[in-house]
């Protein structure tokens, strides 16, 4: 694990460690990645930050590369759960990031996942879902999806299947990163900020 880079927020006394992962696009360290980093560690949290393979490479590189296939996603993320020996341990994730951790959920000991903006379908695709494990998952999970994302609206969602164990939050006129639109009368920080506290509140739930 020496090989891989991370950025760590919050270390030293915390309440829980929470393993973040980018999405699709965007690498550990863009705005939205810093935003719920540093603020997580201001509630008590360590956060660690790491990139994929893929998204490693376009940083060495400088050249874009699309994501690897879940065949390398999987035991790559995997194996960085299975090195925290910190617990409780959280996996959680932005888009791609929030779906490669659900579907690791149940294979490392975790007290629960989070994802930001969960990938139901591709764009433009609502007939190719990848919700077929969320309906048998045993972990606790936690789903912030905003109302326009187009990976997954509200009345597209309401037809799937989702186990007990997952709670699903619609974020107010967000998108598929949880920012509202000026007219909506609410804000960027708002959303952000609500998203925080349910993060929080389910944390400290499960982790009792």
């Not at 050249?63 to 065949?71: G, L, Q, V």
Request: aromatic share 10%; hydrophobic share 35%; glycine share 8%.
């Amino acid at each position: 694990m020496t090989s891989i880079p991370f950025l760590v927020d919050g270390a030293g006394n915390t309440n829980s460690t929470i393993i973040f992962a980018h999405g699709a696009g965007a690498p550990m360290d863009s705005p939205f990645m810093d935003f719920y980093s540093q603020n997580l560690a201001l509630s008590g949290h360590q956060v660690v930050r790491f990139e994929f393979p893929y998204m490693a490479e376009r940083r060495s590189s400088g050249k874009k590369r699309p994501p690897d296939k879940m065949e390398k996603l999987l035991p790559f993320f995997q194996q960085i759960a299975d090195s925290q020996k910190h617990r409780p341990l959280f996996l959680a994730g932005k888009s791609l990031g929030g779906r490669v951790a659900s579907l690791i959920a149940d294979q490392v000991n975790i007290a629960g996942f989070i994802c930001l903006g969960y990938p139901f379908h591709p764009v433009g695709k609502p007939e190719k879902t990848r919700t077929d494990h969320l309906a048998t998952l045993k972990t606790p999970g936690l789903i912030l999806q905003g109302t326009r994302d187009p990976f997954g609206t509200p009345d597209e969602v309401a037809g799937y299947h989702f186990s007990q164990t997952i709670k699903l939050h619609w974020v107010e006129d967000g998108d598929h990163d949880l920012v509202p639109r000026k007219r909506s009368g609410r804000t960027k920080t708002q959303n952000w900020e609500e998203c925080l506290q349910r993060i929080d509140s389910f944390i400290e739930e499960k982790s009792q």
